[in-house]
């Protein structure tokens, strides 16, 4: 593993985004959301509810990776005028997997570390269970995507204006991605039902992050190994960017 190599991924990743118009856009609207709605939304501190409990817990559980989502399902797409180059130099695809994987990971964290305050002003009983949910999502939720980006072949413009009024590069692969995402918190909701508590649920959750993020390698490798399966496939539909 080349940290140089992945560190300098990491930092043309950054660059990147704040370069262009689309990819700022998401990443400062998402960023207002997690600090200023995120909070107000599960704000209520007080008795047991079943139903304030099921839509907390999955709002809870979704925020933390809206932007894993809204960035990473384009994740090759972004580096469609310089794929090709990569595909020429003799680059580790693994490293090259690991910076993607490891920025997505490091995004969540950040975004949590902001948002954290101001959801504990409103709510400290939620201290914990964000936590979870931002072990959750910075690792399964960062490996789903970046293997389902792996069949993303559709073009994108960065520069493009206008993030919610804008479906460039939209698909089913997209569809598929946040029905993905946004089904498997829902699905361990029924866990608040059966139980009449949420501590399975945020447990849970917790435990398949901590378990993505220490095989996060493994995830790496494989999905590189799938990324030169698929290279030339994604270098014909980048070929007319």
Known sequence: MDIKFISKLIKLELKF????????????????AQVSILPLIVAYDGEFSLIRELSTASILSLFPGLFTVAYGQYYFAWDAK???????????WTDYITAKFLFLAASTFSYAIISIST??????????????????????????????????????????????????????????????IVIIPLLLCSTIIYTQSNEIFYSTLCIIGICSLASSLWWCKKIALKLQDNKYKLLKAFNNY
């Open 82 to 92: 310089l794929f090709s180059l990569l595909c020429i130099k003799k680059i580790s």
């Open 17 to 32: 985004i704040f370069r262009h118009t689309r990819t700022k856009q998401v990443a400062l609207s998402l960023l207002i």
């Open 119 to 180: 959801l504990v002003y409103f709510n400290s009983k939620l201290l914990f269970p964000y936590i979870y949910t931002i072990l959750y999502n910075a690792g399964a939720s960062s490996v789903v995507v970046l293997g389902f980006a792996l069949f993303n072949f559709q073009k994108i413009n960065a520069s493009a204006k206008g993030i919610f009024s804008n479906y460039q590069g939209m698909g089913k692969n997209q569809q598929l991605i946040s029905l993905v």
